[in-house]
Each structure stands twice: as C-alpha cells, then as structure tokens.
T-cell receptor
C-alpha cells in the first residue's frame, strides 16, 4: 500500500494560466474524491468518482474546473484561467466502499499570483 | 444536509496534561463519525472512526472518542499529550449508506502543546 499520491506538491502560477493536478489513489480503491482546503478551514468537497464515472459535483466547482478519471485509476483536476481566489490546498482521497474511511494524499498547494 | 461544529479553533495545553477537543454534528439521518489529524503541509490521517457498536472508540496515538447520540457529540480525548501531538484536528461526518459527497468536515481545532 503506497497510499494516495498527488503531484505536484506545490504549484505557483500567474493569474489567468491553466493548471492541472494529478492524483493516484490506492490501487484497489474504486472511489476517488477531490477536496479544497483554504487557510483556517476544513476540507470542502469538490467532486467524487466511482470508478470512471463522475457522480457528484459541488456547486463550488465552477465552469473553470474540470476533473477526469478516464480509466478508473488516476484522476486529474484542471483549473482554467486561474484566479487568486483559487489559491488553496487541493486534496485527493480514495476509499474502497460505503463504510470505508477516506485515505488522503498530501495535497497540492496552489498559489496564484 | 449534515454539518459539523468544532467549538474551539485553538486549544493550548501543557505537555503530559489531558486534552478534550469538542465536536458537535447535525444531521437529519444517521451518520458515521471520524476524527482526522493534519500535520503541517500534509494530508489528513485517520485517527479513529465510529460506525456502530460501542460508543467509546479507540484510535491511534492514544486518542479516543465517545459518541453521544442524545447530545449529537463526538468529543476527542487523550489522557496525556506529547509535543508531537501538535497538529490540526478535524471532526467529520458521513451519511450512513454512503453519501456521494464523502465527508463533511468541521473547521478544525489547532492543538498547541506547550512544554
């Protein structure tokens, strides 16, 4: 069990640029989640995949955000035309089923200048 | 929808003293309850969970929590803290049956251990 892996760990970008983050979940986990965490707050749900199907999206996920999990394994989260308000820690988590706890990666910290 | 309230944003305690971090939740349906710990610049690590059965749950690093349905609380306790326990602690709930939104988190409590 290598845990949930996220890349990159840090990303600094200029406002208006596009960024893409990657998450590799625990291999046998079929559920994958993206959360966003801002300073002094708990993680907030963004979106959820069961295998390759994106089953739920938060209203926090504006049209500039898109997530994919094409083969039901790794996932990518893309933010287009980044804004300073997008600066946050983006956390990925995976789980094996309904009663299974979420296992989190170390996150990708995005700074938009 | 469910919500989680962590009543204290910061809790300072002296090393080797006991600590309690408070968590209250609100939900119209039955929930599972979790405590996670987050060290600086890292993801969240599961401390313990309550799914069913005994209301006193023991977790890693000497932590335990008690589920109180009538008070809708799930407070986290440790009888003697160590400097290494300094971290952010998050209480979370999920809907029984597997809500699609995974976990709903509180805002966190920063545990500060003073030597």
């Amino acid at each position: 069990d290598t845990g949930v892996s996220q890349n990159p760990r840090h990303k600094i970008t200029k406002r208006g640029q596009n960024v893409t983050f990657r998450c590799d979940p625990i291999s046998e986990h079929n559920r994958l989640y993206w959360y966003r965490q801002t300073l002094g707050q708990g993680p907030e749900f963004l979106t959820y995949f069961q295998n390759e199907a994106q089953l739920e999206k938060s209203r926090l996920l504006s049209d500039r955000f898109s997530a994919e999990r094409p083969k039901g394994s790794f996932s990518t989260l893309e933010i287009q035309r980044t804004e300073q308000g997008d600066s946050a820690m983006y956390l990925c988590a995976s789980s094996g089923g309904n009663n299974s706890p979420l296992h989190f990666g170390n996150g990708t910290r995005l700074t938009v200048t | 929808a469910q919500s989680v309230t962590q009543l204290d944003s910061q809790v300072p305690v002296f090393e080797e003293a006991p600590v309690e971090l408070r968590c209250n939740y609100s939900s119209s349906v039955s929930v599972y309850l979790f405590w996670y710990v987050q060290y600086p610049n890292q993801g969240l690590q599961l401390l313990l969970k309550y799914l069913s059965g005994s209301t006193l749950v023991k977790g890693i690093n000497g932590f335990e929590a008690e589920f109180n349905k009538s008070q809708t609380s799930f407070h986290l306790r440790k009888p003697s803290v160590h400097i290494s326990d300094t971290a952010e602690y998050f209480c979370a709930v999920s809907v029984k049956g597997g809500g699609a939104d995974g976990l709903t988190f509180g805002k966190g409590t920063h545990l500060i251990i003073q030597p």
